[in-house]
Structures are given as structure tokens and as C-alpha cells.
């Protein structure tokens, strides 16, 4: 036997006669010519075998159609390989990378991603988390932070590991990868400022997040000595006909207004819209800048200015977080600012 590899060197690949039966790891294990453990390993921890070992079996469970039972797996190992992501919306593109990211790197190591959709709603969060818990995954990944005490009081309670992502606290359950909102919206006040702006305006989305974005960007209009800047809010999740109305609003309360921050690229785009429907050169007259550097953001007419939000490392990050602490293993930063970048282009 090869312990290495954990296969039967001396054993050839014996085919398994069709039946009616379902397949078991056993017949799994004679295709594939390695031991029942080899092929509970590529199942449970495939990041210990050998690429060759584990594509062999891979195959092997391929052809078999072998499904595991992850039921008596997961009471023999005490562990559902599941994680579950915990969104405020499901429509919204601007945490699309991140679950995308998320998604692959869990996969990566043999794991399966559950969302569950919280509504920028605190009661709804918690009834969520108490369901998510109680079908105790592997881990949990909060796209922000937990927005109740009871959801909080339940996580912590949970001992199941947490990584809260989409903003920064001195106060994380657990684990933390994020960046500032209150930074972002000073970088885009004083990127307006910078290119001579004086009068600023903002549509914004209504949740949490978006607040701390509209106080820290008016915050920093008011420490530059310029006029008030005039907000329209909008209802989360961001819609372009929200960003469409939202400017309309905006130019009819202060139609002296050159540049306008939107809390989402979707919102901007809308904004971009309303721009042209009334008449208004983008950034000659209007400068636009939005939010989260979503894919159609650089195909906009002009294209869209915006601040860019690193999504995959995020994803990246939480799931490594996430994968160590099953492991047992330690995790070095447990905390992570991401930061962002504005992302320069046309619009303003």
C-alpha cells in the first residue's frame, strides 16, 4: 500500500457491475483502487490527498454517480460542510462578486454555499439566524454587520465560526473582513472637491450603511466650507428608476448642483439617465460618481466613475477564514481592512 497516496498500488481498477442498488463508498473505493478511508478523505478533507489520488477518485464518484450520505456523515463528524451567507437582497449586482467568490473558494475545499436573505430588516435577520443555526453549518458569512442584539446574542451564543464582511466594527462577533464606510464617502467629497466642485449633492439608498456614507461625505463638504449638500434617499435595495428620481429631486431643490455621489453604481446609472433626459452634459455640467465598480459600470455613456469595493478578496478571505477555523487551524488576521480605490473614468 501506498500510505502516501493512500491507494492499493498493488490492486488494479476493478469495474463495479451495474445494479440496482445505490453505490457505495466501498465500490467507490475498488474503481478507483485506493482504500474506503481514501475515498472518505477526498470527500471530507480533499486538500490532504494528492492531486492525482484525488481526481481518481473524482472520477471514480463521477461515474458511479456516488452520493454521499451527508446525514450520517455529518453526525459521525459533527460538521454539515455547509456554510450559509446571510444577504440583505438578492436583486442587488453590488454583492455579486463577493458571493461569487465566496462560492468558488468554499468549493475549493469541499464545501456548499447556502444564502438566506435578511431584507435590511433586524427582526427578520434574527428569525433567519435562528433557522441558519439551527441546521448548525459550518460556518456563517454576514454580508455586513449583524443589524439585531438577538441575532448577535444568538451567533455569539452559537459557537458556530462568524465572519461579518461590508464594513468595519470594533465590536465583530467573530471574525471581520470590511472596509469604511465613513472613509468612503470622505475620499468622494474631497475627490469632488479636488476637481473644483462646490456645490454636491447625494442619492442614497436608506439602510444603515448607506447613512454613515451620507453623514461622513456631508461632514466632509461642511470641514471645506461649501454649502450644505442636499440628499435624496431612496428605498434599498437601489433601482435606476430610484437614482432617476432621486437627481430629479436633487436638481429640483438646487439646480446649481455640478456633482452628485450615488450609493450604488445601479443608482448612478439612473442618475445618468435623468442627466441626459434633462439635457445635462455628464461631467461637463454634472459629475457622477457611483458605487461598487459593477461590471456594466465601464460601459455606461460616459463611462461611470465609482469606488471600487474588492468583492473576491473579500469572498476569498472569509471563506479561508471560515475553512481554517473547521480545521482547527489558527487564523493570523482574524480582522481585515480591505480598504477601497475610486475607480476614475469619464463620468466625473
Known sequence: MDYDSGTFSHLPHQPVQASNRPSKIQDVARAAGVSAMTVSRAINHPERLNPETLQRVRDAIASMRYVPNALASGLRLSRARLVAALLPTLVGPVFQELIQSLDHALNQHGYQLMIGRTGYDAAQEADLIRAIIQRRPDGIVMIGMAASEEGRALLQASRIPVVETWDLTDSAIDMLVGFSHSAIGQAVAA???????????????????????????????????????????????????????????????????????????????????????????????????????QEFAKDTAPPLTTVRLDGTRIGQLAADMIVARTLDQPVDAPHVDIGFSITQRSSG
Open 191 to 293: 475627490h469632488f472637491i479636488g476637481k473644483g466642485h462646490r456645490q454636491l449633492g447625494m442619492v442614497s439608498g436608506d439602510d444603515a450603511r448607506a447613512r454613515v456614507r451620507v453623514a461622513a461625505y456631508a461632514q466632509a463638504a461642511q470641514a471645506a466650507g461649501l454649502p450644505e449638500v442636499t440628499v435624496a434617499y431612496t428605498p434599498a435595495p437601489s433601482t435606476l428608476g430610484g437614482g432617476r428620481r432621486g437627481l430629479a429631486e436633487i436638481l429640483a431643490q438646487r439646480p446649481e448642483v455640478t456633482a452628485v455621489f450615488c450609493s450604488s453604481d445601479t443608482l448612478a446609472l439612473g442618475a445618468l439617465i435623468e442627466a441626459q433626459h434633462q439635457g445635462l452634459q455628464v461631467p461637463q455640467q454634472l459629475a457622477v460618481v457611483g458605487l461598487g465598480d
